[in-house]
């Protein structure tokens, strides 16, 4: 019996690697066009025929990408998130090898031991990474799933919340309290997580025809993605929207500090509804996201990618829920 053509054998004839034959023959990008050409050309006349794999319950090996700054504290959004996704895992008996990474080498483009040590070929990339550094890893291995951001244009899988919605609706339920002087805190070019928040904001206050300054939207980090001090504007709105829940936080902790209570002064709402948000004083009103959910729609995205490399390319977005606490002071009598 003539014995199947595999990736292995077109690899070496073409003296390449078995990832960078599987993405020529997937049409995935991290190929130049001329070994593309090569690849193929050499697998039709091998006589290669592509099989579907059919993903079975063997134990492997994953890898988790998570950037250092991300998971500084154990009761953080992320460390939660992570947690649901190595349980989720260990029951389709798939095994997590987690690294974080430091943002010295993601801006050297240093690729994780975990790739280099050749421990994985798919990978889930937690928390915002440059789009240069998700290109390089999206070359060097065979399966990359984004969790929490996306990279606009990129042939990869990604898995998010509904930002943009969420911040539509912290904003109208704002308005719906009888704010009209709203501002947002979060530095907004940082991740196209608080990027969609905040064009959700605008929307909420486009619609009914709020002023927008400058000054009342608030940087929260600085390019390493550590927390700064807030640079509260001279004249304050009367409420923010904050792209999550810690920035929350700190922005009732450092409001107070300058003698303004929440929500008698001014009101405060956040994103996640993560632990911080209830230990609050006061609690902080957010929008709730699924985690347990989002680490199972990822997994599922994963092996559905596995079984079928061909299936088209998709950011799927889960949808988060308002969580009324005790952060937001209704205007509503004083206006009428």
């Not at 079984?307 to 509503?332: A, C, F």
Request: some cysteine.
């Amino acid at each position: 019996m003539k014995k199947n053509v595999t990736l292995v054998d077109i690899a070496k004839a073409c003296n390449t690697s078995n990832v960078t034959v599987s993405k020529a023959l997937s049409d995935k990008s991290g190929v130049s066009e001329e070994l593309r050409e090569k690849i193929k050309h050499v697998a039709e006349e091998m006589g290669y025929v592509p099989s579907k794999t059919v993903y079975t319950k063997k134990k492997s090996n994953i890898g988790v990408l998570i950037p250092a700054e991300y998971v500084n504290t154990n009761g953080s959004f992320y460390w939660t998130l992570y947690n649901y996704l190595a349980q989720r895992l260990k029951r389709e008996n798939l095994y997590c090898i987690i690294e974080n990474l430091e943002k010295r080498d993601e801006l050297n483009l240093v690729m994780p031991g975990l790739i280099t040590d050749k421990h994985i070929t798919k990978l889930i990339s937690m928390g915002q990474l440059s789009d240069v550094y998700v290109q390089r890893l999206e070359e060097n291995v065979e399966h990359l799933i984004l969790l929490d951001y996306y990279v606009p244009g990129l042939k990869v899988d990604s898995i998010v919340t509904n930002g943009y919605n969420g911040g539509y609706k912290l904003a109208q339920y704002l308005i719906s309290m009888g704010h009209r002087k709203i501002g947002f805190i979060g530095s907004k070019k940082a991740t196209s997580s608080i990027f969609d928040r905040y064009m959700g904001y605008l929307k909420a206050l486009i619609e009914h025809d709020l002023e927008i300054r400058d000054d009342w939207v608030i940087e929260d980090r600085d390019m390493h993605n550590n927390y700064i001090d807030l640079d509260f504007p001279k004249e304050m709105p009367t409420a923010f929207v904050c792209n999550c829940d810690e920035t929350a936080f700190q922005a009732i902790k450092q409001l107070r500090d300058i003698g303004l209570s929440v929500p008698e002064d001014i009101s405060v709402v956040g994103y996640d509804n993560y632990l911080i948000s209830e230990v609050s004083e006061p609690t902080i009103t957010t929008i709730s996201i699924d985690a347990d959910y989002m680490a199972e729609l990822t997994v599922n995205t994963l092996i559905q990618r596995i079984n079928d490399p061909s299936t088209v390319y998709r950011m799927r977005t889960i949808e988060g829920e308002l969580v009324i606490k005790n952060s937001v002071r209704s205007l509503r009598r004083a206006e009428g």
